[in-house]
């Protein structure tokens, strides 16, 4: 009966621990950007997946895959080019000579 009981709190210690591992990405992945919650537009590169967290999440708890990419939490966020935050933005007072 004794071992009975320390495999369940062994078991049941070993359920909350991958639980708790759950979804690499969206727990140590940081704030998610607005370009890794929509899909890609027709043109546009793809979203690049960030291997460690998908790694981390098949082997400590699979469903925590699920949860990162409903989440978008595993692509990679995006950084746009300085070309094309100017370009965003021109707003600065070097684009603004031809007045």
Same mark, same amino acid.
């Given at each position: 009966m004794k071992? !009975?009981?320390k !495999?369940? $709190?062994f078991a049941l210690a070993a359920v909350t +621990?991958?639980?708790s591992l759950?979804?690499?990405a969206t727990v140590f992945g940081g704030r998610i950007t607005e370009a890794q919650k929509r899909k *890609? +537009? *027709?043109?546009?590169?793809?979203?690049?997946v960030r291997a460690g967290a +998908? @790694? =981390?999440d098949i082997l400590l708890f699979w469903p925590g895959? @699920? $949860?990162? !990419? =409903?989440?978008g939490a @595993?692509?990679?966020p995006q950084r746009t080019p300085i070309s094309q935050q100017t370009q965003a933005n021109p707003s600065n007072g070097s684009n603004n000579q031809n007045k």
């Amino acid at each position: 009966m004794k071992s !009975f009981k320390k !495999f369940t $709190v062994f078991a049941l210690a070993a359920v909350t +621990l991958s639980g708790s591992l759950s979804s690499c990405a969206t727990v140590f992945g940081g704030r998610i950007t607005e370009a890794q919650k929509r899909k *890609p +537009l *027709p043109g546009e590169q793809q979203r690049q997946v960030r291997a460690g967290a +998908l @790694i =981390a999440d098949i082997l400590l708890f699979w469903p925590g895959t @699920i $949860v990162d !990419f =409903a989440t978008g939490a @595993i692509y990679k966020p995006q950084r746009t080019p300085i070309s094309q935050q100017t370009q965003a933005n021109p707003s600065n007072g070097s684009n603004n000579q031809n007045k």
